[in-house]
């Protein structure tokens, strides 16, 4: 009892350290890519948010279980995402610790899997660590069936199938190269269940195979659906060229090798490669030592299978040459077979003095692969242990703002207090999440940052077709530099420079002393078509008035025209006006004739339009755009 309260106690030291330095509460190099996350916890919409902002990739697990703390409990977008993340971690541990026999290996686990070392800080960082928790927790309950610890409860074991099949559906759809793995498994599995049967008396009666083939099934229109709604798709099952192959593991290559040499801005790294191949060596050099259990037998012949497909398909990915090999890409394999390393060295026969020896090492190995992390947060980036979240929670004392920075400086700042700071990336790339944007632009003060975005705060700036007039001098906040801005309201004019026209000529106005358009209802074809159109422009969301500039000679009783405003290259109608006789109050002469509207969110494309009828002649010579 007092060994195992020990182990408990153990292991909540560790789970509460490693929260306490990587979650993202805490963090100390939390950027915009962790806050994304966290801003999804706070804006999170189904179905439009199964995936992240848009993208068809990395389902968003974790905002849609955080809704329990974040809405449930009241808790910030922030905390909610630390809990629900490290929870998620925590489940995982305890489900890959479900298959050691022994505490102290459980314990090397626990540091392998809070503490990982500085190339694979992704395991508690992004969705690896997220996916392997699902794995990890689907294996263990297989095994529980295995081994039949429910007794003969039918509801439990069917129970047991319904949550693996939906777990291994959630973790395909959480990262989708879990479709491997789960292939993996159902085929080491059935690998297993021929051997047992030794290939008699198979049964086509065990439940097993049809949840597979249901899970396949709802997996399959699940994942379809998810991704058919998102904006951005991207085709990441393209295999690499041979070159292409070459290329990335000639860089695969050169990364392994600059793990294993003197690099003085990584000591760890390079004294923790060491130690880990040599453990490696000496496993495999006693591998007729190493007794596994037949239970045992298959989950490590699934995760060494796993891992090696994994890792062949990563390097043959053309997304991974595009991404530059970035070596998080590998946390899954580095995953699969610390898991067998460990399970190998634990069913290892040897004797006790060399079993010592080699627990020693193992215990500084790991303890160097998490210090050298630790070493690089306070020496190397970013050279101190305050939380990140700490350092932007300084702009709170601004009041109710919006941020336009680059990517790296704007959502890390508002995912402290999304309900107050508003923030967007610059228009210079494509936005995450334009609805964002309307946001920022709905505050009235509105801040620039501009680090790694400019050399410095011009007195005008122009971001998404808005207009920004400085508003102050320059100050440091939050380690950044920044300056306030103001906005100013949309006052354009279109002229028929910046517009189409159908079946209409230029002629030149005396008094206006410059050329207009005409059209005429004796001009057969020029009747039922589009006199002006135009300018295809983006708008975001506010109050709008478009003014056209227009004379009428001749008017008839009979309606002349149709005014709209559009969207989409005149795919959607937003608002519409008839064009009479009551229109031109003003004989003779021109007239600004108004059509107002509202827009909820950002069109593209947007065209001023008139439709000519007939029954008048129109000049026309510009358009005004105001908003109001």
Request: proline share 3%.
């Amino acid at each position: 009892m007092i060994k195992k309260i020990a182990y408990f106690i153990l292991i909540g030291l560790l789970f509460i350290c490693s929260f306490r330095l990587f979650s993202y509460l805490y963090y100390p190099a939390l950027h915009s890519d962790h806050a994304i996350t966290v801003l999804m916890i706070h804006y999170f919409k189904l179905p439009m948010d199964l995936y992240f902002w848009g993208q068809d990739r990395m389902g968003s697990l974790i905002p849609l279980v955080a809704q329990i703390f974040l809405k449930g409990f009241h808790l910030s977008a922030l905390t909610s995402e630390a809990i629900t993340h490290y929870l998620i971690l925590l489940l995982g541990f305890f489900a890959f610790a479900g298959f050691f026999r022994t505490n102290f290996y459980k314990i090397m686990f626990a540091v392998f899997w809070f503490f990982p070392p500085m190339h694979m800080i992704d395991l508690t960082l992004y969705t690896s660590g997220i996916s392997y928790s699902l794995l990890a927790i689907c294996c263990y309950l297989l095994m529980v069936k295995d081994e039949h610890k429910f007794g003969d409860s039918k509801w439990k074991y069917h129970a047991l199938l319904f949550v693996v099949v939906l777990l291994m559906i959630t973790d395909v759809w959480v990262i989708d190269m879990a479709l491997i793995s789960a292939i993996i498994l159902v085929c080491v599995r059935l690998v297993f269940y021929l051997k047992n049967q030794k290939f008699r008396n198979i049964s086509f009666k065990n439940p097993e195979l049809y949840y597979a083939l249901a899970g396949l099934v709802a997996g399959y229109f699940f994942i379809r659906y998810a991704k058919s709604i998102m904006v951005y798709r991207t085709d990441y099952t393209v295999i690499s060229s041979f070159e292409i192959i070459l290329k990335t593991m000639k860089i695969f290559s050169e990364t392994i090798f600059s793990s294993f040499f003197y690099n003085k801005s990584e000591p760890f790294t390079v004294i923790y490669s060491w130690m880990v191949f040599l453990l490696v060596v000496f496993t495999v050099s006693q591998w007729r030592k190493i007794k596994l259990a037949k239970s045992t037998q298959k989950w490590v012949l699934f995760f060494i299978v796993e891992a090696i497909a994994l890792l062949v398909v990563i390097l043959g990915s053309k997304f991974t040459f595009l991404n530059d090999v970035p070596r998080r890409y590998f946390t899954c394999t580095y995953v699969s077979l610390g898991f067998v390393l460990l399970q190998s060295m634990e069913n290892m026969v040897i004797g006790k003095k060399l079993q010592l020896l080699l627990k020693t090492f193992l215990l500084l190995t790991l303890l160097i692969g998490a210090t050298g992390m630790i070493y690089t947060l306070k020496y190397l980036y970013p050279k101190t242990f305050k939380s990140q979240a700490e350092v932007s929670a300084e702009f709170k004392k601004l009041g109710d703002i919006g941020i336009i920075a680059n990517y790296w400086n704007s959502y890390v700042i508002s995912c402290v207090a999304p309900d107050q700071i508003k923030a967007t990336q610059n228009d210079v790339t494509p936005v995450r999440n334009e609805m964002l944007v309307d946001e920022v632009f709905d505050c009235e003060d509105i801040y620039i940052i501009k680090n790694d975005w400019l050399n410095n705060f011009p007195d005008t700036l122009k971001q998404f077709g808005y207009n920004l007039l400085r508003n102050g001098e320059p100050f440091r906040m939050g380690e950044r530099d920044v300056c306030k801005y103001r906005k100013l309201k949309i006052n354009q004019v279109f002229g028929i420079e910046n517009l189409k026209s159908q079946a209409s000529e230029t002629v030149y106005d005396s008094v206006l002393k410059k050329g207009v358009l005409l059209i005429a209802p004796e001009c057969d074809s020029c009747i039922n078509r589009y006199f002006v159109f135009g300018p295809y422009i983006p708008l975001y969301r506010g109050n709008y008035r478009v003014r056209f500039f227009i004379k009428a000679e001749n008017v008839g009783d009979k309606t002349i025209g149709l005014m709209d405003v559009s969207a989409d290259c005149g795919g959607l109608q937003l608002a519409k006006k008839d064009l009479t006789k009551k229109d031109f109050i003003a004989k003779g002469t021109y007239n600004y004739i108004d059509l107002n509207f509202w827009l909820p969110k950002k069109y593209n494309n947007m065209e001023f339009r008139i439709y000519y009828y007939g029954n008048a002649r129109l000049y026309f010579n510009h358009i005004m755009l105001i908003e109001k």
